[in-house]
Nanobody, 129 residues
Framework: QVQLVESGGGFVQPGGSLRLSCAAS????????IGWFRQVPGKEREGVACVSTGVGGIHYADSMKGRFTASRDNTNGTVHLQMNGLKPEDTAVYYC??????????????????????WGQGTQVTVSS
């Protein structure tokens, strides 16, 4: 079973940018759709974006559209989340997740975090002045 590893979190001032990466501990993520989620203490895990395999689509939560860009790097089999215009309310632990098999991010359904059973360890993003 694939294992996911996130990286790229950190501390940034409001308006700043961060780029998160999700990689497989061994091999590539080419045949896995990848969901990005975030969670703050006391709240449910929230869907951020989902990247399908191949020519499948990329979906975003409404509050992230225009600020966040999810992408797949086919040269090294990783998935990224570019976050621009960060706000304090974006502060959370960010996770990438998938399932086996999982090829296509279905509209709306991709947000159901309970459908994912493979999760990375999470990376903290803190936005503060």
């Amino acid at each position: 079973q694939v294992q996911l590893v996130e990286s790229g979190g950190g501390f940034v001032q409001p308006g700043g940018s961060l780029r998160l990466s999700c990689a497989a501990s061994a091999g590539t993520l080419d045949r896995y759709a990848i969901g990005w989620f975030r969670q703050v203490p006391g709240k449910e895990r929230e869907g951020v974006a989902c990247v399908s395999t191949g020519v499948g689509g990329i979906h975003y939560a409404d509050s992230m559209k225009g600020r966040f860009t999810a992408s797949r790097d086919n040269t090294n089999g990783t998935v990224h989340l570019q976050m621009n215009g960060l706000k304090p309310e974006d502060t959370a632990v960010y996770y990438c997740a998938t399932a086996d098999p999982y090829y296509y991010c279905a509209r709306d359904a991709w947000r159901r975090y309970r459908d994912y059973d493979i999760w990375g360890q999470g990376t903290q993003v803190t936005v503060s002045s």
